[in-house]
């Protein structure tokens, strides 16, 4: 049996990602990126404070991360032998489906959306000229990336706000939001009868899935081409921690890139799959992105008030809050010797400046500290939502949901 030749596909994939670095689209997109943090910082600097986020250092965080999946997503369509879905227009057509799906809703800027109504489009017409297996198989890989970066960066930064879920109840939450900037290796094929200098004979079994060229595999010349991609993840956590809500979010998109990779795999056998693979791709991934939202306003909601104290949602950094110790998840239950149990009750006790004492409970461990509280009384705790909030974000189904449930109704009123 041959075995992949592991080292030398590292090297090569290495070279040819940093290759992306001088490419000025690569920078386009980072720009890109940092506008989307832009955007992300003036939301968390509304609810935190001035001074809340760093755009620079979120966007230099995200294209470490970004170089991470790209050299994971390259490799595996290196090792797997994935060849570019197609014609040269492919990519074209896959850019402006999604950016059509886009105006319908911004999630929907999703390859998993975008690849598969085009193979569907593909297997009804002929139209466009695409691999199905391919295309599929690529959006497979890709999103097993994005279930790497969830889980590794996902919780990071996380944006606290207070969220109206649909029974009406407002509670405390985070928005997840990242982007990530991704340089990226695919594969080409040239048809060839000898190799081209510096070429490495490949396994009888690679590639997996056979390109749609009518030519044996060991007659062609596969070529690498460093491309740049994006990804993105959006979400939100209200009876979960952040990181928690990350990693089983990242765990559905894994087993859902799985799934789908398997049924491409045997789309390039037996035609009958490639539906089954086009079919699943947008519903499979509707289908993790309603059992988040259905996880989420089916759970308790972690963060609203108690009857024993004051819960913190958030701390501002560098405040007295957070210089004593108060993180997320922490109770005020008393400042001074005076019970606090709402928000009203601590903002009435730090109104004057000067040392307070403060006692909390973080981590299942009581404690007590004096904090200096300048004039004015800022603090820097965010307590969770009591109910009389006019500003807040909304929890709704998905779109395909709400569809769903408009025509059951419909129906139901006839």
Same mark, same amino acid.
């Given at each position: 049996m041959e075995f992949f030749p592991f080292g030398w596909a590292f090297s090569v994939v290495l070279g040819k990602i940093f290759e992306v670095f001088v490419n000025p689209i690569f920078w386009l997109v980072v720009v890109?990126? #940092?506008?989307? *943090? =832009?955007?992300?910082a003036a939301m968390r600097n509304a609810f935190l404070g001035p001074g809340a986020s760093s755009v620079v250092g979120e966007t230099l965080q995200a294209v470490g991360f970004g170089l991470l999946g790209g050299v994971i997503g390259s490799y595996l369509i290196v090792f797997t032998g994935l060849t570019f879905p197609g014609s040269v227009n492919a990519i074209i057509y896959i850019l402006l489906t999604a950016v059509l799906l886009m105006m319908i809703n911004p999630r929907f800027l999703c390859f998993a959306y975008a690849g598969g109504l085009l193979a569907i489009l593909h297997l009804l017409t002929g139209f466009p000229e695409i691999s199905v297996p391919q295309l599929m198989a690529l959006v497979a890989i890709l999103h097993l990336v994005e279930s790497v970066l969830i889980v590794a960066s996902g919780h990071l930064n996380a944006s606290p706000a207070y969220i109206r879920l649909p029974r009406g109840q407002v509670v405390g939450g985070y928005?997840?939001? &990242?982007?990530? !900037?991704?340089p990226l290796v695919l594969l080409a094929v040239l048809p060839g009868l000898h190799f081209a200098p510096g070429a490495m004979e490949m396994p009888e079994w690679w590639p997996l899935i056979k390109p749609e060229l009518g030519i044996d595999p060991a007659l062609m010349l596969f070529v690498m081409l460093p491309v740049v991609a994006g990804l993105g993840y959006g979400d939100m956590a209200t009876s979960r921690t952040p990181r928690e809500k990350t990693r089983t979010s990242a765990i559905n998109l894994a087993g859902y890139s799985l799934? /789908? *990779? /398997?049924l491409a795999y045997l789309a390039a056998s037996q035609p009958l799959y490639a539906w089954a693979a086009a079919l699943f791709a947008p519903f499979g991934h509707e289908l993790i992105v309603f059992?988040? =939202?259905?996880?989420?306003? &089916? #759970? &308790?909601p972690l963060y609203v008030p108690r009857s024993d104290g004051l819960l913190i949602l958030a701390v501002r950094e560098k405040s007295p809050a957070w210089s004593v110790g108060l993180r997320t998840g922490d109770l005020i239950f008393e400042v001074n010797g005076l019970p606090i149990r709402v928000k009203g009750d601590l903002y009435a006790v730090l109104a004057r400046e000067g040392i307070q004492e403060i006692g909390f409970v973080t981590d299942n461990h009581y404690r007590r500290e004096l904090v200096a509280v !300048?004039? #004015?009384g800022t603090f820097g705790v965010i307590p969770v939502p009591e109910g009389d909030e006019v500003n807040y974000l909304e929890m709704k189904p998905g779109l395909i949901t709400r569809w769903f449930r408009r025509a059951v109704d419909k129906k139901t009123a006839r």
């Open positions: 890109l990126v #940092g506008l989307q *943090y =832009r955007r992300i928005v997840l939001q &990242k982007f990530w !900037p991704l799934v /789908l *990779y /398997l059992l988040s =939202r259905n996880a989420e306003l &089916k #759970g &308790k !300048p004039a #004015g």
